[in-house]
Structure formats: structure tokens, C-alpha cells
């Protein structure tokens, strides 16, 4: 089951971010928003249709800076992608 993500706008200055994730099965999913010594700062989780899923990721809580956007999926590697905030 691959997954392709895909994170806008970004640089994102709101409070919410659109998540565009391909999916191969249905499944519940949690993505994750790590700072840059590596801790979660947040964690989300989502309800994955087979195909393309249309999400909206809150970053209301999070500070200007550089995040990754993690969606970590059973034996598969995780997609990451870096998400800019300016506020």
C-alpha cells in the first residue's frame, strides 16, 4: 500500500494546511508533526479512503519554523515532507 503526500500551501501561515494523501486501502491513519530535534508536536489521525483523500492538518498550535510532516504506514518507509510556517 503506497502512500504519496502532498503538503499546501508551504510555506503555510494559517491555521490549517491541506494534505493531499494517496491511498491503496481504506484504513485509519495518524500523521505526525515533528519539530526539528525531533519531537512530536503533533499527532493526527485520519480515516483513509482507497484513493485520493482530500485532509485538512491543524497547525494552529505550532510557531513559525521548519516541521516535518510524517505518515508512517506498517512495513513500509515513511513519507516525510518538510512544512514551512510563517505566522
Request: aromatic share 10%; net charge negative; hydrophobic share 35%.
Amino acid at each position: 500500500s503506497e502512500s504519496a503526500m502532498e503538503i499546501y500551501p508551504n510555506p503555510a501561515s494559517g491555521s490549517i494546511v491541506n494534505l493531499d494523501v494517496y491511498s491503496t486501502a481504506e484504513k485509519e491513519q495518524k500523521i505526525y508533526i515533528y519539530d526539528l530535534l525531533g519531537r512530536v508536536v503533533s499527532t493526527q489521525q485520519f480515516y483513509l479512503y482507497e484513493g485520493e483523500n482530500k485532509l485538512n492538518l491543524s497547525i494552529q498550535t505550532l510557531s513559525s519554523g521548519m516541521y516535518q510532516v510524517e505518515l508512517q504506514e506498517k512495513d513500509r518507509p515513511a513519507t516525510i515532507k518538510k512544512l514551512v510556517i510563517e505566522k
